[in-house]
C-alpha cells in the first residue's frame, strides 16, 4: 500500500463545475498536509496547506481534512480552464525525520 | 528575490559520465530534498538533509549521491551507476517546524537530465 493515494484520474469537468480530488495517507502520525498543482513541463507549485480536521478555505480551493479516516480532500469551485493540471497531495510525518511524501498525482481537465 | 535555483535546467549525459546537478536555495531553510519525476509519474524521493553535514537515502538513493556541506546548498550528483536517469529532476527546501507554514515544501524549477 502506498503512504499517500490518489483518486486515479484522469478527471474531467465542464468550465465552472466543481472539481473534487481526494487523498487517502496510511501513515497515521501525519501532522502537515499539502495540496500542489504541476503544469506539465513545470515544477509544483503549493496551492494549499492544512493541519487541523475540517475545511479550509482559500479562494476558489477548499480543503478538507478527517484525521479519523486519513482523507484529505480539495475541492476547486467554479473551475476554470487555467485549472487543468496535475495535483499532487502530500503529508508530512512527525516522525521519519519529517520526511514528506507526494501521491502519483490526479491530472484534471476543465473544457470550456 | 527569496527561493530555490536550480542549475542546469537541461542537461545531457553521456554514457559513462558523472554529472552533477546544483540546488541553492536563500529562503533559510534546515532542510533540503531532491526528488526525481519520470513523465507522467508521481515524485519520488532520492535524497533529503535535515541539517547541515547529515543526508538521509531516500527511497530511490541507488545510484545518485549528495552533499550538505553549506546551509544553502544541496547539490546533487547522477553517477555512472544510475542505469537510467533520464528524468526531470526537482530540488525543494523546507523550514522544519510542525504544524506551521514553516514545514511547507518549496520546489526549484527543475532540471531536465537526457542520456545521449
Known amino acids: 500500500q502506498k503512504e499517500v493515494e490518489q483518486n486515479s484520474g484522469p478527471l474531467s469537468v465542464p468550465e465552472g463545475a466543481i472539481a473534487s480530488l481526494n487523498c487517502t495517507y496510511s501513515d497515521r502520525v501525519s501532522q502537515s498536509f499539502f495540496w500542489y498543482r504541476q503544469y506539465s513541463g513545470k515544477s509544483p507549485e503549493l496551492i494549499m496547506s492544512?493541519?487541523?480536521?475540517g475545511d479550509k478555505e482559500d479562494g476558489r480551493f477548499t480543503a478538507q481534512l478527517n484525521k479519523a479516516s486519513q482523507y484529505v480532500s480539495l475541492l476547486i469551485r467554479d473551475s476554470q480552464p487555467s485549472d487543468s493540471a496535475t495535483y499532487l497531495c502530500?503529508?508530512?510525518?512527525?516522525?521519519?525525520?519529517?520526511?514528506?511524501?507526494f501521491g502519483d498525482g490526479t491530472t484534471l481537465t476543465v473544457k470550456p | 528575490d527569496g527561493g530555490i535555483t536550480q542549475s542546469p535546467k537541461y542537461l545531457f549525459r553521456k554514457e559513462g559520465q558523472n554529472v552533477t546537478l546544483s540546488c541553492e536555495q536563500n529562503l533559510n531553510h534546515d532542510a533540503m530534498y531532491w526528488y526525481r519525476q519520470d513523465p507522467g509519474q508521481g515524485l519520488r524521493l532520492i535524497y533529503y538533509?535535515?541539517?547541515?553535514?547529515?543526508?538521509q537515502k531516500g527511497d530511490i538513493a541507488e545510484g545518485y549521491s549528495v552533499s550538505r556541506e553549506k546551509k544553502e546548498s544541496f547539490p546533487l550528483t547522477v553517477t555512472s551507476a544510475q542505469k537510467n536517469p533520464t528524468a526531470f529532476y526537482l530540488c525543494?527546501?523546507?523550514?522544519?517546524?510542525?504544524?506551521?507554514?514553516?514545514?511547507?515544501?518549496?520546489f526549484g524549477e527543475g532540471s531536465w537530465l537526457t542520456v545521449v
Open positions: 492544512i493541519y487541523s480536521n
Open positions: 525543494a527546501s523546507s523550514g522544519t517546524a510542525q504544524l506551521t507554514s514553516g514545514n511547507t515544501i518549496y
Open positions: 538533509s535535515q541539517i547541515v553535514n547529515d543526508f
Open positions: 502530500a503529508s508530512r510525518s512527525k516522525t521519519n525525520a519529517g520526511k514528506s511524501t
